[in-house]
């Protein structure tokens, strides 16, 4: 029987290899893991391993070890993005071949006085797909959502992100398309992540209409983040999580998400507060920000 048979929630959690999980990860993968627990829901492991060249060797392993000292379990046998891609060639090409997206040779420097936002030079260019990045047209309008927990959320496609890339120069294939497909491919029903993600769900939600995919439910939880205001991160050498301390960081990560703990769980298994967690779990709890300093949490 498959998962989307025996639960209608279906969630997930997708780290990237780049480095070994961090306080900030454990607060999303918990979120995404006591949204789908506490209602029978089945969650997901994917390992998005996207960009080879990023990927810090052995992290993969450290990230399964973590998950599995801080007492989570997950349904069915861990993915790879890295085993998809004949997967997402095939819709490439075909978003290609139908015109929706096309080549674009424009270097970063020519890029640069844009600020991020691609003006559309190549888009009647014609360029092959050799050497050259994958991007999809987009549509002028305003694409809105709301978030279980940061609420209404709009973004205009043309002036905001302008046509986004779907697969690098380099050949390796973007997040947007990848995780589009994957969590169609999947079933997933809820996506639970960072508020640093909030921005690429209009892109998400544009591919998903034009591909005829389903459209999950949002919930993005608020960004933990350093004195300097960075979020916890791979990039700012936060510490990585350590086995000897998941009850502790577990119920900071519980008080950081806005739930209630109780003083004698100190003394609890990892599997018994992730337990607890589950029958005291109030997604409305979360607090309505985009991010919450670590100093904050105690």
């Keep these: 029987m498959t998962a989307s048979q025996t639960s209608s929630y279906i969630g997930r959690f997708a780290p990237t290899p780049s480095g070994h999980l961090h306080f ?6 918990l979120a995404s893991y006591l949204d789908a627990r506490a ?73 640069e006085p844009y600020h991020g936002i691609y003006p559309g030079l190549c888009r009647n260019a014609g360029h092959g797909q050799e050497d050259a990045a994958i991007r999809l047209r987009v549509p002028e309008l305003e694409y809105r959502f709301t978030d279980r927990v940061q609420g209404e959320f709009r973004q205009h496609l043309g002036r905001d992100v302008g046509d986004f890339v779907i697969r690098r120069r380099d050949g390796l294939y973007a997040y947007q398309l990848a995780v589009v497909l994957d969590d169609a491919w999947q079933g997933v029903t809820d996506i639970v992540r ?54 502790p960081l577990l119920l ?3 008080r950081a998400l806005g739930q209630k703990t ?15 967690g589950i029958e005291h779990w109030d997604a409305l709890l979360i607090p309505r920000t985009l991010s919450v300093p670590e100093a904050q949490i105690r």
């Design 252 to 254: 900071r990560a519980l």
């Design 194 to 247: 960072g508020a640093d993600l909030l921005d690429s769900t209009p892109r998400q939600l544009y591919l998903q209409e034009l591909l005829g995919l389903p459209q999950p439910r949002y919930l993005h939880v608020p960004l933990i983040t350093q004195p300097d205001g960075h979020k916890l991160g791979k990039s700012y050498r936060s510490p990585p999580l350590a086995a000897d301390q998941a009850t």
């Design 39 to 111: 209602v029978g829901g089945h969650w997901l492991l994917r390992m998005e391993d996207l960009d080879p060249p990023r990927e810090e060797p052995g992290a993969q392993a450290a990230i399964l070890k973590a998950l599995e000292s801080y007492g989570f379990e997950w349904d069915g046998e861990m993915v790879r993005q890295s085993d998809r891609h004949a997967a997402y060639a095939e819709v490439l090409n075909r978003l290609f071949n139908q015109g929706l997206a096309y080549a674009c040779t424009c270097s970063r420097k020519q890029l």
């Design 24 to 29: 900030g990860s454990l607060v999303a993968a």
């Design 262 to 276: 109780d003083s004698e769980m100190v003394h609890a298994s990892p599997r018994e507060v992730l337990s607890w």
